[in-house]
Every structure is written in structure tokens, then in C-alpha cells.
Nanobody, 125 residues
Framework: QVQLVESGGGSVQAGGSLRLSCVAS????????TAWFRQAPGKEREGVANIDSDGSTAYTDSVKGRFTISRDNGKNTLYLQMNSLKPEDTAIYYC???????????????????WGQGTQVTVSS
């Protein structure tokens, strides 16, 4: 049984930093595309960052230069380092595990079969 458990969310002031973690069990994150998504109040869920098996990464434009996705294969854990946070980053953040293999193909939710429960990030101005 695949489980993804996120942690690290919280409340920070604008300009602050947070690091989210997602521990995977029953799933080898190093062999697949994994990603972070987020959903702000009243908005659709959107892809934030992904990382493929080779470590190549991609980001949505609004977080480029501020967020960094990484993976620790030994711990089977996905991370999202978020710096220079803005109020518009406020959302529930979800990690997602892909099933299409080693490469990432953007942020199509249909490509991700496993999802964490989400962790709240709140950024105040």
C-alpha cells in the first residue's frame, strides 16, 4: 500500500521560508516522477514543482527562483524548500507520486496516482 505523508507546513510572514517533506512508503520515489501541487482557497489545484528519476526539475513560473524541489533517495523522501514566501503562496500543499515511469510530463494530475493528505502553508503580509 502506497502512503505519502507530508509535514513542514505552517504560518510565516512574507519573506520567510519553510521546508516541506513528504515521506513515501510502498513506493520507490527514485524511479518515478514526483511532484508538489498546491490548492489555494477558491482556486483549482495547480502543479508547483516536479522532479524525475534523473533529478531534473521543473517549476511553475510563479515559484521559479524561490522554491527548490529535491529528493533523498536513501530516505525515500521528497522535499520542497520555499524561500521568499509571498501571501499568494498560501495554499494546501500536496505531494504526488507518478505512475508513468522515470520522466515527468508536466503537471497533469492524471499522471499521478498517489497523493498525500496535504499540509497547510499560510503566508501573512
Amino acid at each position: 500500500q502506497v502512503q505519502l505523508v507530508e509535514s513542514g507546513g505552517g504560518s510565516v510572514q512574507a519573506g520567510g521560508s519553510l521546508r516541506l517533506s513528504c515521506v513515501a512508503s510502498g513506493y520507490n520515489a527514485s524511479n518515478h516522477c514526483t511532484a508538489w501541487f498546491r490548492q489555494a482557497p477558491g482556486k483549482e489545484r495547480e502543479g508547483v514543482a516536479n522532479i524525475d528519476s534523473d533529478g531534473s526539475t521543473a517549476y511553475t513560473d510563479s515559484v521559479k527562483g524561490r522554491f527548490t524541489i529535491s529528493r533523498d533517495n536513501g530516505k525515500n523522501t521528497l522535499y520542497l524548500q520555499m524561500n521568499s514566501l509571498k501571501p499568494e503562496d498560501t495554499a494546501i500543499y500536496y505531494c504526488a507520486a507518478g505512475i508513468r515511469g522515470a520522466a515527468c510530463y508536466g503537471f497533469f494530475e492524471i499522471d499521478f496516482s498517489y497523493w498525500g493528505q496535504g499540509t497547510q502553508v499560510t503566508v501573512s503580509s
